[in-house]
C-alpha cells in the first residue's frame, strides 16, 4: 500500500528498465493494453500508472509471432513490467494475487481492495522468468528456422545475452563470473564481454552447443539452466550482418574520369566494409583507419558494399554524378571477409558490434589508449549496415541506446539505414497474369506483412536519422525481359523496406530517398498452385538501379554495377548532408543572408532540415486508395508506412520568390518556452488562395535506461493559430510526430489569412520532463518554418519576410536610452 500510494511504482510496455531484477513484476495481460489501462485509470491511487504505458499502445490483435517466412495466427501473449520500489513490496503483490486467484471472493484487507479491478484484467503476476527472456528477441523463430535448414549438420549458435546491469561494479563482476560457470556447464564459451555504463549495458558474446537449441525448441525456454538464471535480462540470437557480392559480368568495366582533388578535414565518416581505396572514383578521396588491420586479409574482391557506399556519399548515382565532395571522407572498416561464403562480407563474428561502434567512434573523436583522435572533425557518421534479425517490437536495442548516447555526447549526426528484408513477396497465384494486377496484390501483401519488415537496428535510435528507400534511380528506361517484371511505382517506397513505427510508437523511418530501382522475377505457377512468390531479378550487369564503384578484376580499376536498398538511400542522404553542412558554414555573401554562425547547433539543424524538406507528395492519396484503408485509421497507418515522407533535394535549403525558410537554434531547459515571431508577407492578407506553413523541430533528445521510459525528456511546439494560418494539419498523424524526437507539421489550406500590417505568427518552443527530471540539462535543438504560396498568388513572399526579420533585428540591436 505505502508503495502505490506514495507512486513508487512503474509500469512499462515493453523497454523493461535495468534494475535490480527482484523488484520486476511481469503482468500477462487477460485482455488489450487498452482494457488495463482503463481498469487502473478508474481506480482511485493507482490511475498513475496510466502515465508510464504510450499514448496509444496497441491491442494484442496487432502483434503475432514472427519469423523470417511465416506469419502464424496466433497472437503474442501481451505483458506489461511493473518495477516496485523494494523487494517486499513486489513480493506481497506476487502473493496477493495467488491468494485472489484461489479465491476471486476473497476479502481484501484495508486499502487493498483496489487491486481487484486491476487482477480482474490479469492472467498472472509473476517474477521474471525464462519465457521473458527470449520473448520479441526472435531467438526461436531464428533457431527453428535454422534447424529446418541444416538438420543434424546444424553448428554451435551465437547469441547476445544481456544482464541486468548493477550499478556496483562488484555486483557486476559477480553476476558474470555466475553465468561464465553456467555456460561453462553448459558447454558453451565466452567469445566477447562488454560493459558500456553509459547506456546501462552488460552484455555477452556466447557460444552455445546445438543440443541447447533442441532442447528449448523442444521443451520451451525453461528446459535450459541458461535461461532460467536470475542474471540475465534477455537472449537474443546473433546474427551479424552479411552481404552478397552482386552478379555482374566483368565486361561491364567502364572508366570513368577522375574528379578534382580534395582538401581539408573530412565531415563524413563512413563505419562499412573497407572500399577498393584505388578505384579510380575512390582514389585519393579516402582517409582509411584500419586499427584491426582488416585490410591485410581483405581481398578485393570482397570489397563491394564499402565501395559502393564511398561511391554514392562522393559522387552520388554514376548514371548521372554530381559535383563530388571537396572534402575526404574517413572510413573504419567494421566488416571482413566472410569465413565461408567467397566474395561475401560480414560484420566481425567475434565481437558484439554495440562495442565495436562504441569504440570506433570514440577512436575517431575522443581518441583512446592515450593517442590523439582520428578524425574530431567529423559531424555526420554513415551506418549503412545494422542487425539483421532483430526487428524492432516494443524494445529499444542496445544499438539504438548506443547510437542515441553518441548522438548527444559528441553532439554528432547519425544517418542510419531503416533495413531491408528481402524475403520473397507472397501474392495470389491468378494475380500473375499481368504486372499491374501483381503490383497491386504485391502492395497489398507488403503493407499486410508490415509488422514482419520492423525497423532493423540501429535504425530504432530515436536520436539518428532513419531512411528508407523509394523506386528511383538515374539509370533511364531499361528494356525488360519477359521473365522480369518492374511492379513498384515509380518514386514510391519500395517493398522490401523497413517500415515503422519505431520506440513508443514515434516516427520511423523519419523519410525516404531514391534507393535505386529493384526488380522482381515473373513467376512461374503451376495450374494447382494458390500462391506465388515474387524474388528479386539479378541487375547488377544491366540495370536498373544506382550506378556505383566496385572491385575489378585483373587489375581493372573503373568497375561499376548497379545496386539498389535503403543503404544506397541513406549514402545518398548523407551526401545530401554535407550539402547543408557547407549551406551553414559558408561565408555570408551579403549582409541579408546570413549562415547560421553557432556550429554548435549545426548536426541537430541539418537533421531538421532534411525532414523539412520531406513530404508525402502523392504517396499519401495514393496508398489510401490502393489499400482501401479506414477512413478513421489511414493516417495513423500511412505514418507508420510513410514517415515523414521523401526527401525533395530541389527543396533542401533553399528558398524562392514564393517561399521563406526560416531557421533557428537555441538551448533549452526543462519548463523553459523560447517563442519566434515569424513574420507575415503581407501579400497573403485576406487572400483564399492556397498557402502553406511548415515547421520542424529536431532536437538532441537525452535517454535513460534505469527508468520506465526511454526518451529522459520531450521538446515540442503547438500547432500553430488556424485562425492565423488558414490551414489544417496534413500528412503525418498528429500524435505521432510529439513522440520522437523531431515534429514536422505541415498546415496548409485555401482559408483567408487575418492579420495586420507588421503581426506576427508566433511558435513557442517547450521543454518538460518525461523519463527524468532534466536539472541542470540544456538540450539542443533546431527550428525550420517555411511560408510559401503558388507563385500565381504572390512572387515576394521571401523578400517581404527578409525585409521585416531585418527590421526586428535592427529594433533589437537598437541601444535603449535609460530615463
Not at 648 to 672: F, H, K, P, W
Not at 759 to 783: F, N, S, W
Amino acid at each position: 500500500m505505502d508503495a502505490f500510494d506514495h507512486e513508487r511504482a512503474r509500469l512499462s510496455d515493453g523497454q523493461v528498465d535495468e534494475v535490480d531484477p527482484e523488484l520486476v513484476l511481469v503482468f500477462d495481460l487477460a485482455g488489450s493494453v487498452k482494457d488495463f489501462r482503463n481498469a487502473i485509470d478508474r481506480v482511485e491511487g493507482l490511475e498513475f500508472l496510466s502515465e508510464f504505458l504510450d499514448e496509444d499502445t496497441e491491442p494484442d490483435d496487432d502483434f503475432h509471432m514472427l519469423s523470417r517466412q511465416h506469419r502464424t495466427t496466433s497472437t503474442v501473449q501481451h505483458s506489461l513490467y511493473l518495477v516496485m520500489s523494494n523487494a517486499v513490496a513486489a513480493s506481497q503483490l506476487v502473493s496477493l494475487f495467488k491468494q485472489w486467484q484461489t479465491s476471486q471472493s476473497m476479502t481484501f484487507g484495508w486499502g487493498l481492495g483496489k487491486f481487484r479491478a486491476v487482477f480482474e484484467q490479469l492472467r498472472a503476476v509473476r517474477r521474471w522468468s525464462a519465457a521473458d527472456r527470449i520473448r520479441d528477441t526472435g531467438l526461436v523463430e531464428v533457431w527453428r528456422e535454422r534447424l529446418e535448414l541444416a538438420g543434424q549438420s546444424a553448428s554451435p549458435v551465437l547469441v547476445e545475452i544481456e544482464l541486468w546491469y548493477r550499478r556496483d561494479p562488484e555486483q557486476r563482476a559477480a553476476a558474470e563470473a555466475h553465468l561464465e560457470e553456467v555456460i561453462r556447464t553448459a558447454g558453451g564459451h565466452i567469445k566477447d564481454r562488454v560493459q558500456i555504463h553509459e547506456i546501462v549495458y552488460h552484455a555477452l558474446l556466447v557460444e552455445l552447443p546445438v543440443q541447447q537449441v533442441r532442447a528449448v525448441l523442444r521443451d520451451g525456454a525453461q528446459a535450459v539452466e541458461l535461461l532460467t538464471t536470475d542474471e540475465i535480462m534477455f537472449v537474443s540470437p546473433f546474427t551479424p550482418m552479411s552481404v552478397a557480392p552482386p552478379t555482374f559480368d566483368p565486361l561491364a568495366a567502364q572508366k570513368l574520369p577522375a574528379g578534382p582533388c580534395v582538401s581539408g578535414l573530412p565531415r563524413i565518416a563512413l563505419l562499412d566494409g573497407l572500399p577498393f581505396v584505388n578505384h579510380d572514383v575512390l582514389a585519393g578521396r579516402l582517409i582509411v583507419d584500419d586499427p584491426e588491420g582488416l585490410g591485410e586479409n581483405y581481398p578485393v574482391s570482397s570489397r563491394y558494399h564499402g565501395s559502393a557506399m564511398a561511391s554514392l556519399i562522393i559522387h552520388g548515382d554514376l548514371s548521372a554524378p554530381g559535383q563530388p565532395l571537396d572534402r575526404p571522407l574517413h572510413v573504419r572498416p567494421i566488416m571482413r571477409p566472410h569465413e565461408f561464403l567467397p566474395g561475401h562480407e560480414q560484420v566481425d563474428t567475434d565481437k558484439l558490434l554495440t562495442d565495436l561502434l562504441h569504440r570506433a567512434v570514440r577512436r575517431m573523436v575522443e581518441g583512446e589508449a592515450g593517442r590523439e583522435p582520428t578524425a574530431p572533425s567529423v559531424r555526420i557518421v554513415n551506418l549503412s549496415i545494422g542487425a539483421e534479425s532483430r526487428a524492432l517490437v516494443r524494445r529499444m536495442s542496445p544499438l539504438g541506446r548506443l547510437l542515441d548516447w553518441l548522438a548527444v555526447q559528441y553532439n554528432l549526426l547519425f544517418i542510419v539505414s531503416a533495413g531491408n528484408h528481402r524475403s520473397p513477396i507472397v501474392i495470389p497465384a491468378q494475380a500473375t497474369s499481368d504486372p499491374d494486377t501483381a503490383r497491386s496484390e504485391a502492395l497489398k501483401a507488403a503493407r499486410h506483412t508490415s509488422r514482419l519488415r520492423g525497423i532493423l537496428p540501429p535504425g530504432d535510435a530515436i536520436n539518428a536519422l532513419t531512411v528508407g528507400a523509394t523506386h528511383d534511380d538515374a539509370a533511364g528506361t531499361i528494356d525488360l525481359p519477359d521473365t522480369v517484371w518492374d511492379i513498384t511505382e515509380s518514386q514510391m517506397p519500395v517493398l522490401y523496406g523497413a517500415v515503422g513505427p519505431g520506440i513508443g510508437r514515434s516516427i520511423k523511418p523519419d523519410l525516404h530517398h531514391a534507393g535505386g530501382r529493384a526488380l522482381y522475377l515473373r513467376p512461374v505457377v503451376s495450374p494447382d498452385a494458390k500462391t506465388a512468390e515474387l524474388g528479386f531479378a539479378h541487375t547488377a550487369t544491366t540495370g536498373p538501379g544506382h550506378r556505383v564503384a566496385a572491385p575489378g578484376r585483373a587489375g581493372v580499376t573503373g568497375t561499376t554495377v548497379f545496386t539498389y536498398g535503403t543503404s544506397n538511400a541513406t549514402a545518398l542522404v548523407s551526401r545530401e548532408a554535407s550539402r547543408v553542412f557547407d549551406i551553414l558554414e559558408a561565408g555570408a555573401n551579403d549582409a541579408a543572408d546570413i549562415p547560421f554562425p553557432d556550429a554548435l547547433f549545426h548536426p541537430v539543424l541539418v537533421k531538421a532540415l532534411l525532414v523539412h524538406a520531406s513530404s508525402w507528395g502523392r504517396w499519401g492519396e495514393r496508398l489510401k486508395q490502393a489499400l482501401n484503408l479506414d477512413p478513421q485509421r489511414a493516417r495513423r497507418e500511412l505514418t507508420a508506412l510513410l514517415g515523414y515522407g521523401a526527401l525533395d533535394v530541389t527543396r533542401l535549403s533553399t528558398a524562392a520568390t514564393n517561399r521563406a525558410v526560416l531557421v533557428a537554434g537555441g538551448l533549452i531547459g526543462r519548463e523553459e518556452r523560447h517563442t519566434y515571431s515569424i513574420p507575415l508577407p503581407i501579400s497573403l492578407q485576406s487572400k483564399a488562395d492556397w498557402h502553406r506553413f511548415t515547421v520542424t523541430l529536431a532536437y538532441m533528445a537525452p535517454t535513460v535506461g534505469q527508468l520506465t521510459r526511454y526518451r529522459g525528456a520531450r521538446v515540442f511546439f503547438d500547432k500553430p493559430d488556424e485562425t492565423v494560418t488558414g490551414g489544417s494539419r496534413a500528412e503525418a498523424d498528429y500524435n505521432a510526430v510529439r513522440r520522437g524526437s523531431c515534429q514536422h507539421e505541415i498546415i496548409e489550406g485555401s482559408r483567408a489569412m487575418v492579420f495586420g500590417v507588421n503581426d506576427t505568427l508566433p511558435i513557442h518552443v517547450e521543454c518538460m520532463d518525461d523519463a527524468q527530471r532534466l536539472k541542470d540539462v540544456k538540450i539542443k535543438y533546431g527550428l525550420v518554418v517555411s511560408v510559401e504560396t503558388a507563385v500565381e498568388t504572390s512572387t515576394t513572399i521571401h523578400d517581404e519576410i527578409r525585409a521585416q526579420l531585418q527590421a526586428q533585428a535592427r529594433a533589437q540591436a537598437r541601444p535603449r536610452v535609460q530615463r
